[in-house]
C-alpha cells in the first residue's frame, strides 16, 4: 500500500499548536513508512479567510521542520493545493449526487419538503440554491485504528449541506472528494472531526470509492481539563517561536501530547520520533499542555544548544526587548551565560538585562554598599580598570586576585560587593565576564555610582 498523508488546515489566521501536532504525527508516519505528506488548504469558508494566513502557516511549519512532499516548497505556495481552485470538480460531483437522488437541491432552509423531489436542472439556472446530502436511516459502523470500531446511528444526523448558496462546497464534501483525488491512505486528523466521519463514508460510499484509514487523535486540554484555548495561554505556534521557545524542543514537547513511547525516554530528536512513532501508542483520552513541562524541555535543549548555533535566533528577540547586539563574540559569552539558567529565550533577555542597561541594587543588599570595606574594594579595582587598554576576562581576574590579597578579603566579602556594583546583585555572572562586556566605560560608570552610593 502506498501511504499518502495529508494535513489540511483552514487560511483562518495562526497555526495553532493543536494544528501542529496533527501536521507532526502525518510527517511523522509519512517519513516512517517512505510515504507522501500533502499541504492541502481548506479554503471553502471564505467569510473566514486571512490575508496571509497560507504563508504563515507554511512559515511557520517550515521553522519546526516539517517539509512537504507535494505541494509547496520551503517558505513558498508554489504548486499549493487550494479548495477554491478546484470549484468545477467539486461541481461535476454535486450534480452526479443529484443525478443519483443521493443528494437534493433546497432553495430554502426548510430543507424536508425539498427531499423526496426529483432533481430537475433546469430548476437551478438563474436561482439561489443550495444542496443537501441524503443521510439513511440505518446505522453505521466506522473503524478508527486509536478507538476501534465506532458505530453512529444515521437517523439522528439531519442531511447536512454539501454546496452553499455561494457555489462553494462544504468542508464535508471538498475533504472527501479532494481525500481521493490525492490518494490518501491515511486521514489523521482531530477528534473533533470524528462526528463529521459518518456523513463522509456516506459520500465514499455513493461515490463508491475506498475508504482511507481514519486515525482520530485526541483533544489538546487546558490543566484544568477543558478544551485547550487561547484564554488560558499561548496557542500559537508563532508566539512560541517568537517568546524564544526552540522549534526542536516545541516539536519534541508536540510529540509526547498524545503519543506514549512506551519507554522513560522524554528527549527525542526528528529523527528519533521517526523511528519510534507509532500510531498504535496514541492514546484516546485528551492530552493537557502542561506549559511547565514545555519549559523544562525547552531549557534542557538550551542548556545542550551551541550558543553559536542560535545567536541569530536570540539577536532577533534581544532587539525586539530594544537590546542592540554589536558584538557577536561578547553575546556569544552572554548566551552561553544566559542559556544554562532559562527556560526560554525571553527569560534570557530577563536574565542579562543588566548586561544592556544600569541596573537597580536589590534592596537586601544595600547595606554592602555602605560597607567602608565595600568602599575600598570599589575605589582600587576603578583605579585598576582605568588603566586597562583593552580589558580581558584573564585581566580581570588576575586583578581581583591581587585585590583579594592586598586588603585580605576572600569569597563572598570580595565578590559579592564587586557584582553588586556592577550587576545590582550579589548573584549573577563571573566579574571578569560582567567586565568584558560592559567594557570600560560602563564599567567605570557603574563603580563610580556604587562610591557615591549613600
Not at 517512505?34 to 507554511?58: H, P, Y
Not at 592586598?406 to 556592577?422: C, N, Q, S, T
Request: charged share 25%; net charge negative; proline share 4%.
Amino acid at each position: 500500500m502506498n501511504i499518502n498523508v495529508r494535513f489540511a488546515p483552514s487560511p483562518t489566521g495562526y497555526l495553532h499548536v493543536g494544528g501542529l501536532r496533527t501536521a507532526l504525527y502525518n510527517y511523522l508516519f509519512a517519513k516512517q513508512h517512505k510515504g507522501n505528506l500533502v499541504l492541502r488548504i481548506e479554503d471553502t469558508d471564505q467569510s473566514r479567510k486571512v490575508d496571509g494566513a497560507i504563508d504563515n502557516l507554511i512559515e511557520s511549519l517550515n521553522k519546526c521542520g516539517i517539509i512537504f512532499d507535494k505541494g509547496p516548497t520551503e517558505y513558498s505556495t508554489d504548486n499549493l493545493f487550494i479548495q477554491s481552485n478546484r470549484l468545477s470538480i467539486y461541481h461535476e460531483h454535486v450534480t452526479y449526487l443529484l443525478e443519483n437522488n443521493y443528494a437534493y437541491a433546497c432553495f430554502d432552509d426548510d430543507f424536508l419538503q425539498y427531499r423526496d423531489k426529483s432533481y430537475n436542472k433546469e430548476q437551478l439556472i438563474d436561482t439561489s440554491y443550495h444542496v443537501r446530502l441524503k443521510i439513511p436511516n440505518n446505522e453505521l459502523t466506522v473503524k478508527d485504528e486509536i478507538r476501534g470500531d465506532i458505530k453512529f446511528d444515521l437517523s439522528l444526523i439531519d442531511d447536512p449541506v454539501i454546496l452553499k448558496t455561494d457555489q462553494f462546497p462544504t468542508y464535508h464534501l471538498a475533504n472527501v472528494i479532494d481525500d481521493h483525488d490525492m490518494d490518501i491512505s491515511h486521514v489523521i486528523r482531530g477528534e473533533e472531526w470524528l462526528p463529521s466521519t459518518p456523513i463522509h463514508v456516506v459520500l465514499y460510499d455513493y461515490f463508491q470509492w475506498e475508504l482511507p484509514v481514519f486515525i482520530h487523535l485526541p483533544l489538546l486540554l487546558n490543566p484544568d481539563k477543558s478544551k485547550l484555548s487561547k484564554r488560558q495561554g499561548h496557542v500559537s505556534v508563532d508566539e512560541f517561536l517568537n517568546e524564544g521557545y526552540l522549534p526542536e524542543a516545541l516539536i519534541n514537547f508536540i510529540a509526547l501530547l498524545g503519543w506514549n513511547p512506551k519507554n522513560n525516554n522524554e528527549i527525542f530528536s526528528i529523527n528519533e520520533l521517526i523511528e519510534q512513532f507509532n500510531i498504535k501508542n496514541i492514546q484516546k483520552s485528551g492530552a493537557v499542555f502542561d506549559i511547565n513541562k514545555l519549559n523544562w524541555m525547552n531549557g534542557e535543549y538550551l542548556k545542550d544548544i551551541q550558543a553559536e548555533s542560535i545567536v541569530s535566533l536570540c539577536k532577533i528577540i534581544f532587539e525586539k526587548h530594544n537590546f542592540t547586539i554589536e558584538d557577536n563574540t561578547d553575546f556569544i559569552k552572554i548566551i552561553n551565560f544566559a542559556k544554562q539558567r532559562s527556560h526560554t529565550i525571553a527569560d534570557m533577555v530577563e536574565q542579562t538585562t543588566p548586561f544592556f542597561v544600569d541596573p537597580s541594587y536589590n534592596v537586601e543588599y544595600r547595606d554592602l554598599l555602605l560597607d567602608k570595606q565595600s568602599k575600598r574594594l570599589f575605589s582600587l579595582l576603578l583605579e585598576q580598570v582605568a588603566v586597562l587598554n583593552n580589558i580581558e576576562e584573564s585581566e580581570i581576574k588576575e586583578i581581583i586576585s591581587n585585590l583579594s590579597m592586598e586588603i585580605h578579603v576572600k569569597g563572598k566579602e570580595l565578590f559579592f560587593p564587586i557584582r553588586l556594583a556592577l550587576w545590582g546583585d550579589v548573584h549573577g555572572p563571573d566579574i571578569g565576564l560582567i567586565i568584558k562586556i560592559l567594557g570600560k566605560e560602563k564599567t567605570l560608570a557603574r563603580l563610580n555610582k556604587a562610591l557615591k552610593y549613600g
